[in-house]
């Protein structure tokens, strides 16, 4: 993660430059997404996933796995799983522009009068 102060909201954005151009590192963003996957596959309701999940194991391998408890699972899940945007050249200076236009405050548009209709 950067050492950088992040993008501030519910997700937190660390931006990073490199020689390249810049670097989004979303690591809250996918410790969201992991979350929800075992949420997925844990459902008490259908198992549908999690055969689904030990029929490719099974095809894939045949190694015994350690068990790990849920929040060990996702530890690994984030570990591995890629949180990083690069964006070359001048799509960070694009992003930007765009995030401005987004994040413009519009005004709200006023109560309509019930009687005037």
């Given at each position: 993660m950067s050492n950088d102060q992040p993008a501030t909201?519910?997700?937190?954005?660390?931006?990073?430059?490199?020689?390249?151009?810049?670097?989004?590192?979303?690591?809250?963003?996918?410790?969201?997404?992991?979350?929800?996957?075992?949420?997925?596959?844990?459902?008490?309701?259908?198992?549908?996933?999690?055969?689904?999940?030990?029929?490719?194991?099974?095809?894939?391998?045949t190694r015994v796995h350690a068990k790990f408890d849920?929040?060990?699972?996702?530890?690994?899940?984030?570990?591995?799983?890629?949180?990083?945007?690069?964006?070359?050249?001048?799509?960070?200076?694009?992003?930007?522009?765009?995030?401005?236009?987004?994040?413009?405050?519009?005004?709200?548009?006023?109560?309509q009068d019930r009687r005037a209709s």
């Amino acid at each position: 993660m950067s050492n950088d102060q992040p993008a501030t909201g519910p997700i937190p954005i660390y931006v990073r430059s490199i020689p390249a151009g810049t670097v989004l590192d979303l690591e809250a963003f996918t410790r969201l997404v992991v979350g929800d996957v075992l949420d997925a596959l844990l459902d008490g309701q259908s198992t549908d996933l999690w055969d689904l999940l030990h029929e490719v194991a099974d095809e894939k391998t045949t190694r015994v796995h350690a068990k790990f408890d849920r929040e060990q699972l996702e530890q690994e899940l984030t570990e591995r799983a890629s949180s990083r945007v690069p964006l070359y050249g001048t799509r960070a200076v694009e992003l930007a522009d765009q995030l401005m236009r987004a994040g413009r405050l519009r005004g709200v548009p006023g109560q309509q009068d019930r009687r005037a209709s």
